[in-house]
């Protein structure tokens, strides 16, 4: 598997010539599919990425500070988590 970099750069790479609009229809399809295959291995990359990372919970409350492991979220988890982030930041 390549690493999330690797993909990103390539995805890049994918959206800048469909960008150009200098292909065909059917080069221009198979780019899309290719970077729709790219979109979905980075966001599957990022959500087991954000589930391994560890949050600190309220030390004020809950006593001393304690690490906990965030669970992964289901697949459609993911896509609604970013559309609210997305919002969060046109405010």
Do not use: I, T, Y
Not at 9 to 22: N, P, S, T, Y
């Amino acid at each position: 598997m390549a690493s999330f970099e690797e993909q990103m750069a390539e995805l890049e790479k994918v959206v800048e010539r469909l960008e150009r609009g200098d292909l065909s229809l059917e080069e221009n399809v198979s780019l899309f599919e290719r970077g729709m295959q790219l979109s979905s291995a980075c966001k599957e990359q990022l959500a087991r990425a954000e589930s391994r990372v560890q949050v600190l919970l309220e030390p004020e409350r809950a006593g001393p500070v304690r690490l906990e492991e965030l669970p992964e979220p289901a697949s459609g988890e993911a896509d609604a988590e970013e559309e609210s982030f997305d919002e969060d930041e046109e405010r």
